[in-house]
């Protein structure tokens, strides 16, 4: 079965590992490579932002979820938040995108956009509630039997 995992609950030999695999699924840091993305992770605490989420199924990764919180802040990460929930079952995006939500709806204020536009956070948290709808009646996403 599927485990999802916090960067900042993983041994260094899951980290390792994890951090290794992530081009094997199709995900490459903007900038930099393992080493500057690790640099980035080690600096995740508590429940703040950034947080870094890992899907392993039978100690494979088949799955990521970053919640980066500033798309300026680190340039191996400049995004809000990333992550591979169309290409995962049902049963791990639910709670994926629970914790998603949960992030967003505690962080409070607002963000800067590249056009100089406003965007609240809870906005953010807005927009997964609409992703996962959306998911469950099968809009922009895999087929089940597609999923990894």
């Known amino acids: 079965m599927e485990q999802v995992l916090n960067y900042q609950d ?3 030999d899951q980290r390792e590992s994890a951090l290794n695999a ?3 699924i199709g995900f490459l840091p903007a900038y930099g490579k393992i080493k500057t993305m690790q640099r980035v992770m080690d600096k995740s605490v508590g429940d703040k932002m950034p947080q870094f989420y890992f899907v392993f199924r039978d100690m494979e990764l088949i799955g ?3 919640l980066i919180g500033n798309d300026k802040l680190y340039r191996a990460f400049p995004w809000l938040a990333i ?4 290409e995962l079952p049902m049963r791990i995006v639910e709670p994926l995108t629970d914790i998603a939500i949960k992030t967003w709806s505690d962080e409070s204020g607002s963000i800067i956009n590249a056009d100089g536009s406003v965007t609240e956070k809870s906005l ?3 927009s997964y509630k609409q992703r996962l709808a959306d998911y469950k009646h099968g809009i922009g996403r ?5 999923c990894h």
């Open 64 to 66: 990521y979820m970053f």
């Open 142 to 146: 895999r087929n089940e039997n597609e």
């Open 10 to 12: 993983m041994s260094p």
């Open 124 to 126: 953010i948290a807005q």
């Open 83 to 86: 992550d591979n929930l169309d």
């Open 22 to 24: 992530l081009s094997s």
